[in-house]
């Protein structure tokens, strides 16, 4: 049964841990893919390539991600952030596994029978297999377990082990069919000794050259008139930066702030002045923290730097029985009484045996370790007791060690007895986990630590504050509509926000975190569409208009025209700029004559390669740079459009570097690079060849 259960446990986190592996080998970066909200099956989160997604299984996978996050992050709450990231980490896998699975279809690889036999029972099964099949103690592969649950499953008929096993089976395979995959593409990319010698020459052939800059910022914009044909020449020439990877939406909104005030400060601080006079005078430090503190601190020895600066800068020179604050910290004020103070280790070296209380009740277990305790102080071995009676897996395999740990690690029971203590002592310690049998190993440094009663209070928006609020969104929403909005709002002294490129999954309108409540809301609306109620965070509340609707796909004009307006009057700049540097380049044979009818200096630079083509003081200028090195030295170039404006350069010469001594050693370096961006060219290429529907938004 204890097989069984492990099966069980790793079988369902198989599919995962291989979509995770795949991803982190072809492509890091998140996938974001989409079409239109109403175009969702009812309780389909997605569909690949006719591939549908069924919300139930997803969500199950979203919520072990999200506990995975959570156990992580040391516990506590699941965070928006923290939901969102989790359904993001989920669709890649998703999407990476499905297209992956239907490429590898599509080309004929399989797994043979001979070949999955060979890697469930062969001389080196497969890492899956190790995995479920390892010795509890010893952590090793255990090939009898694994013929053993074989033979059960063969004869005894059991269908839920069968199951497993089965699930299991199509873990091992799917890995095997993407190292096949991942080999087979491997195996295409390749790097010649021309392209390793050609790489070598750009990132150590230096030109030294001389320049001359018209830059666009000589020309007043307001000198500039942009015309329709000028904007639609941009956009036909780089319309391929205008693609969409996923459906998105343009927004305007107004935030109605509704966060704490002065008065609901000065009554948080009220509060704690009078929390402070009964924390003097109780005689229950710890329960009156816990009862009363807005933030429930463990009443347990702190050592500096693990408490707020302000109180940290007092906690530690205050006597004991002193009550200090309040400070502000964090949006809240604080106060602490000092219950103990002493000196005390920074870090413990500890073993310990661990017994279940629950089995044989507390004094029986109690006498039961002070048995052990006994045949330990006798001579007899803390290992090996630890490893016959220990019901802490983790550490009975290495003979009870727990390491080296410092305070705040160990439940307070556990961590009083090895910080008080001294080195070499044997302690029993009972626990909310058992009793433990607790040998101090070391005890490392030695600092003050203070044992207080924290108490805080929050600074927290009151109801005259928030109603305020509320009020103002309802005033504004109330007299709203599609056509007056903006008017409405300037009209209001109201601060209009926008965010053009709102997706599914996003959590926030440009930095201004918001409840998903408003990002399902825009998508569901129509362009133009202003929210039909108010929409409210912890201090804030939100009235939204949808302004434009991206389909997935190339934008049109119109949806990028203001976010290209200053690369647009760029370019018209650049047609001046040209016409003038064409003029001072007729007859000219220098730049320095060329420099002097444009009524300027040509700058001198040095040693630049063509692998990082920065002008130095000046820009990032592919063209330019890409131009010189093609030049014959000390001929004037043409006039190049750049980034930062318009060039001439001429080339005084060139410095090349003495021949590579190690072209393999070139080509293997140049073919790591290569294979990596290699599986992100060919990841992007399956995805947006791929039919993918995206209806997140609609469940989460």
Do not use: C
């Not at 070391?442 to 207080?452: D, M, W």
């Not at 220098?590 to 063509?610: P, R, T, W």
């Amino acid at each position: 049964m204890g097989l069984m259960s492990y099966l069980r446990n790793r079988a369902g986190l198989i599919v995962t841990v291989i979509g995770i592996a795949i991803i982190a080998f072809l492509l890091g970066d998140a996938i974001r893919t989409g079409t239109p909200f109403w175009a969702a099956h009812q309780n389909q989160v997605g569909n690949i390539n006719g591939e549908a997604i069924a919300y139930q299984d997803f969500n199950q996978q979203v919520d072990q991600t999200a506990e995975t996050f959570k156990q992580q992050m040391g516990g506590g709450s699941l965070t928006p952030q923290m939901k969102t990231y989790a359904v993001q980490q989920v669709w890649n896998q998703y999407v990476t596994r499905e297209l992956l699975k239907q490429e590898i279809e599509k080309i004929g690889l399989s797994v043979g029978k001979t070949e999955l036999n060979d890697m469930v029972t062969g001389a080196n099964p497969a890492y899956q297999i190790q995995q479920a099949f390892a010795n509890p103690q010893t952590g090793q592969f255990d090939r009898a377990q694994l013929t053993n649950f074989i033979s059960q499953v063969s004869t005894a008929g059991n269908a839920q082990a069968a199951a497993q096993w089965n699930a299991l089976l199509e873990g091992v395979k799917e890995e095997r069919l993407s190292t096949k995959y991942a080999n087979l593409l491997s195996n295409s990319v390749y790097v010649t000794s021309l392209e390793a010698n050609d790489d070598y020459l750009q990132r150590n052939k230096l030109a030294n050259f001389k320049y001359v800059l018209l830059d666009y910022a000589g020309i007043k914009d307001a000198d500039v008139k942009l015309t329709d044909a000028d904007y639609k020449a941009y956009y036909d020439k780089n319309k391929n930066l205008f693609r969409n990877t996923e459906e998105s939406r343009a927004v305007e909104y107004v935030i109605f702030d509704g966060r704490p005030a002065a008065k609901d400060s000065l009554f948080a601080k009220e509060s704690i002045n009078k929390l402070k006079e009964n924390l003097i005078a109780s005689t229950n430090d710890s329960l009156f923290a816990s009862i009363n503190s807005d933030t429930k601190y463990p009443f347990t020895y702190v050592k500096k730097g693990q408490v707020s600066p302000a109180l940290d800068s007092v906690l530690f020179n205050a006597p004991v029985g002193a009550t200090v604050g309040p400070f502000l910290a964090n949006g809240a004020y604080e106060i602490a009484k000092i219950t103990d103070a002493r000196f005390s280790p920074d870090s413990v070296k500890a073993s310990h045996i661990l017994l279940n209380s629950q089995e044989l009740g507390e004094a029986k277990t109690l006498a039961k370790a002070d048995s052990i305790k006994a045949l330990i102080q006798k001579g007899e071995s803390f290992a090996a007791l630890a490893l016959q009676f220990s019901m802490d897996q983790g550490s009975k395999v290495n003979g009870g060690e727990l390491g080296t740990f410092t305070r705040g690690r160990m439940v307070p029971e556990f961590e009083n007895a090895v910080f008080n203590g001294k080195t070499g002592d044997l302690l029993v310690v009972n626990s909310q986990y058992g009793v433990h049998i607790i040998k101090i190993e070391n005890q490392i440094g030695n600092a003050k630590v203070v044992k207080a009663a924290i108490v805080n209070k929050t600074i927290s928006s009151g109801k005259e504050t928030l109603n305020a609020a509320y009020s103002k969104a309802n005033d504004f929403l109330s007299q709203v509509n599609a056509d007056n909005f903006a008017e409405v709002a300037k009209k209001s002294n109201l601060q209009i926000g926008v965010a053009k490129n709102v997706v599914g999954m996003d959590n926030s309108l440009e930095n201004n975190e918001v409840p998903r409540d408003v990002i399902k809301w825009i998508f569901e609306a129509d362009k133009n569409e202003v929210t039909d109620r108010i929409f409210e965070s912890e201090n804030t509340y939100i009235v939204a208009k949808v302004t434009g609707i991206n389909p997935k796909g190339i934008l049109p004009l119109e949806a990028v025209k203001n976010d290209i307006e200053v690369a647009v009057r760029n370019e018209v700049k650049a047609r001046q700029l040209q016409e003038k540097a064409n003029a001072a380049l007729a007859g000219a044979t220098s730049i320095d004559q060329i420099a002097q009818k444009l009524g300027k200096s040509a700058v001198a630079v040095e040693n630049v390669v063509l692998a990082n083509p920065v002008i130095p003081g000046v820009a990032l200028e592919n063209a330019v740079v890409g131009t010189l090195f093609g030049l014959q030295p000390n001929k004037p170039s043409k006039a190049i459009q750049g980034n930062q404006g318009v060039y001439v350069v001429q080339v005084n010469g060139f410095v090349n570097p003495a021949g590579t001594t190690d072209i393999n050693a070139q080509k293997k370096q140049l073919l790591a690079g290569k294979a990596q961006r290699a599986w992100a060219s060919i990841f992007r290429a399956l995805q947006d060849k791929a039919e993918i529907v995206d209806n997140r938004v609609k469940f989460f």
